[in-house]
């Protein structure tokens, strides 16, 4: 199937051919749907706290003393969230007068309140009277360069005369939230080989003056998707696509590859969340007061099942043994299917022995992404897994969204230590039965692509999962520009 270039060219990218040939197996079988039984609502699979049990989890991780850090995907670009503006730039091109409506409209009514604006005030390429100009500034090479750079770069929120980017205000919430005893605050970005330059070097303009605000030293560090998470470009008719030169296409795996990234973080507890979803600093009390929460129902997990697998490992009575499959049901609605009885309690024990993470799940207000479901897996067994609509039986999607009353806004605390101390290989964690396949284009010729399992979908699959209910308000995400002028974000000059 391949020639020695071939073999030469994955080399370089250290990409095991095993693996595209099996990409290839899945571009002729497509990825099956999943055996979704309901969506997880409060009561089944959704667990709500209340005020009690909120301290004791608060004072829980107040008190905790191991080591943590923040984990930010930041790779992606914001050229999406500009998907408006290029159009009304496009439009303004043919007709410099033409009418502009939606968030066009409100982007050009509410332009002064936009954190970035004294940046296209000062650009001696705009003219602030010229719609066109404006547009060009903003989103073009020329001028500010928003439609190509990633999210974390971009000017979210205005103090006065101080504009912070995405990137800083995920510094601050890292010092009040993921500071260690020492003082430490660690956060890791995955970036983009061509944006890694610009995220150093806001660093080093920033860092000192975070730290001396916050009392914290920061431990800042990135890395960039690995090029063998690469996936295999298809034709139409299933084969390996293959470029001008005759070389094979691979393109970038999706946010799933950076479940290796995550894999080098060596830390007992691991925060993980968006670039785009922060708040203004006046508004992160609640932010961080359920991040804490969250972490401490973690760490309350974590003993449990660490505890557990002591006791088991020395003697696996049948009492404990049932103890521990009352806690997977209750916990992460693991429930198994009818087992041989020499082996349940051997199956127990493998699925307490797996990583944990625990999602904060917000009402659905019909924001786009994926939700909480109960899944049943080929073995008969059920578990909860954070889907994407893609991912549903297309008979069922209907009534399953219909029934669904959460919505995943990647609010995740995440621990993948074993009971030993060892980091879990959670590329064996995965199913790589989950991924994704789309249509795009290669220099005019029509070409399938391949995504591999999403990072907190398919990718976190066999891993402990645990839902709980936080308030919708520390969600806020920004997917178009003008998020940028919802309450959280905004401060009215």
Same mark, same amino acid.
């Given at each position: 199937?391949?020639?020695?270039?071939?073999?030469?060219?994955?080399?370089?990218? +250290?990409?095991?051919? $095993?693996?595209? +040939?099996?990409?290839?197996?899945?571009?002729?079988?497509?990825?099956?749907?999943?055996?979704?039984?309901?969506?997880?609502?409060?009561?089944?699979?959704?667990?709500?706290?209340?005020?009690?049990?909120?301290?004791?989890?608060?004072? $829980?991780?107040?008190?905790?003393?191991?080591?943590?850090?923040?984990?930010?995907?930041?790779?992606?670009?914001?050229?999406?969230?500009?998907?408006?503006?290029?159009?009304?730039?496009? /439009?303004?091109?043919?007709?410099?007068?033409?009418?502009?409506?939606?968030?066009?409209?409100?982007?050009?009514?509410?332009?002064?309140?936009?954190?970035?604006?004294?940046?296209?005030?000062?650009?001696?390429?705009?003219?602030?009277?010229?719609?066109?100009?404006?547009?060009?500034?903003?989103?073009?090479?020329?001028?500010?360069?928003?439609?190509?750079?990633?999210?974390?770069?971009?000017?979210?929120?205005?103090?006065?005369?101080?504009?912070?980017?995405?990137?800083?205000?995920?510094?601050?919430?890292?010092?009040?939230?993921?500071?260690?005893?020492?003082?430490?605050?660690?956060?890791?970005?995955?970036?983009?080989?061509?944006? $890694?330059?610009?995220?150093?070097?806001?660093?080093?303009?920033? /860092?000192?003056?975070?730290?001396?605000?916050?009392?914290?030293?920061?431990?800042?560090?990135?890395?960039?998707?690995?090029?063998?998470?690469?996936?295999?470009?298809?034709?139409?008719?299933? $084969?390996?696509?293959?470029?001008?030169?005759?070389?094979?296409?691979?393109?970038?795996?999706?946010?799933?590859?950076?479940?290796?990234?995550?894999?080098?973080?060596?830390?007992?507890?691991?925060?993980? #969340?968006?670039?785009?979803?922060?708040?203004?600093?006046?508004?992160?009390?609640?932010?961080?007061?359920?991040? #804490?929460?969250?972490?401490?129902?973690?760490?309350?997990?974590?003993?449990?099942?660490?505890?557990?697998?002591?006791?088991?490992?020395?003697?696996?009575?049948?009492?404990?043994? #049932?103890?521990?499959?009352?806690?997977?049901?209750?916990?992460?609605?693991?429930?198994?299917?009818?087992?041989?009885?020499?082996?349940?309690?051997?199956?127990?024990?493998?699925?307490?022995?797996?990583?944990?993470?625990?999602?904060?799940?917000?009402?659905?207000?019909?924001?786009?992404?994926?939700?909480?479901?109960?899944?049943?897996?080929?073995?008969?067994?059920?578990?909860?897994?954070?889907?994407?609509?893609?991912?549903?039986?297309?008979?069922?999607?209907?009534?399953?969204?219909?029934?669904?009353?959460?919505?995943?806004?990647?609010?995740?605390?995440?621990?993948?230590?074993?009971?030993?101390?060892?980091?879990?290989?959670?590329?064996?964690?995965?199913?790589?039965?989950?991924?994704?396949?789309?249509?795009?284009?290669?220099?005019?010729?029509?070409?399938?692509?391949? +995504?591999?399992?999403?990072?907190?979908?398919?990718?976190?699959?066999?891993?402990?999962?645990?839902?709980?209910?936080?308030?919708?308000?520390?969600?806020?995400?920004?997917?178009?520009?003008?998020?940028?002028?919802?309450?959280?974000?905004?401060?009215?000059?």
């Amino acid at each position: 199937m391949f020639s020695p270039k071939d073999i030469e060219q994955m080399a370089a990218l +250290e990409i095991d051919p $095993r693996q595209v +040939e099996e990409q290839l197996r899945f571009f002729e079988s497509g990825f099956s749907f999943l055996n979704v039984l309901a969506p997880a609502v409060v009561g089944r699979g959704v667990h709500l706290l209340d005020d009690q049990e909120q301290e004791e989890l608060l004072m $829980r991780y107040e008190g905790w003393g191991g080591s943590r850090t923040k984990f930010v995907p930041a790779s992606g670009a914001a050229t999406r969230m500009f998907k408006e503006l290029y159009q009304a730039l496009s /439009l303004l091109e043919q007709n410099p007068q033409a009418p502009l409506s939606g968030d066009a409209a409100q982007f050009f009514d509410s332009l002064r309140d936009f954190a970035f604006y004294p940046l296209l005030a000062s650009d001696p390429h705009c003219t602030l009277s010229d719609r066109k100009s404006i547009l060009q500034t903003l989103l073009l090479d020329q001028g500010l360069c928003y439609g190509s750079l990633p999210k974390g770069l971009l000017a979210f929120h205005r103090y006065d005369s101080v504009v912070r980017t995405a990137f800083e205000e995920h510094l601050v919430e890292a010092a009040l939230y993921a500071k260690d005893g020492r003082g430490v605050a660690k956060i890791h970005f995955t970036v983009s080989p061509e944006h $890694r330059p610009r995220f150093e070097e806001l660093t080093a303009q920033s /860092l000192r003056s975070y730290e001396k605000r916050f009392g914290v030293k920061y431990k800042i560090t990135f890395s960039e998707q690995k090029p063998y998470t690469d996936t295999i470009a298809a034709d139409l008719q299933n $084969r390996a696509f293959r470029q001008k030169d005759g070389t094979l296409l691979f393109r970038p795996g999706g946010h799933g590859a950076l479940l290796e990234n995550l894999n080098e973080l060596h830390d007992d507890v691991v925060f993980i #969340k968006n670039i785009d979803n922060v708040v203004r600093e006046e508004q992160l009390a609640d932010t961080i007061r359920w991040k #804490k929460i969250l972490c401490g129902k973690l760490l309350q997990l974590r003993a449990y099942i660490l505890n557990m697998l002591n006791q088991l490992e020395q003697n696996d009575s049948p009492i404990k043994v #049932k103890e521990a499959a009352l806690f997977l049901e209750k916990y992460f609605s693991v429930t198994l299917p009818q087992t041989k009885e020499e082996e349940y309690a051997a199956t127990i024990r493998t699925l307490l022995d797996r990583p944990l993470r625990v999602c904060g799940v917000v009402k659905n207000s019909g924001e786009p992404g994926g939700g909480p479901f109960i899944v049943r897996d080929a073995n008969g067994m059920t578990s909860l897994q954070i889907l994407e609509t893609a991912q549903l039986p297309p008979a069922d999607a209907t009534a399953l969204l219909a029934a669904s009353t959460h919505f995943n806004p990647v609010d995740i605390v995440c621990s993948y230590k074993d009971y030993k101390g060892s980091a879990y290989p959670l590329r064996l964690h995965s199913d790589p039965a989950t991924g994704f396949i789309s249509q795009k284009s290669k220099d005019g010729d029509a070409i399938k692509v391949l +995504e591999l399992p999403g990072l907190w979908n398919g990718a976190m699959s066999r891993w402990n999962t645990h839902f709980i209910e936080v308030p919708a308000h520390t969600f806020n995400p920004v997917k178009t520009a003008t998020d940028l002028l919802r309450p959280a974000h905004l401060k009215k000059f």
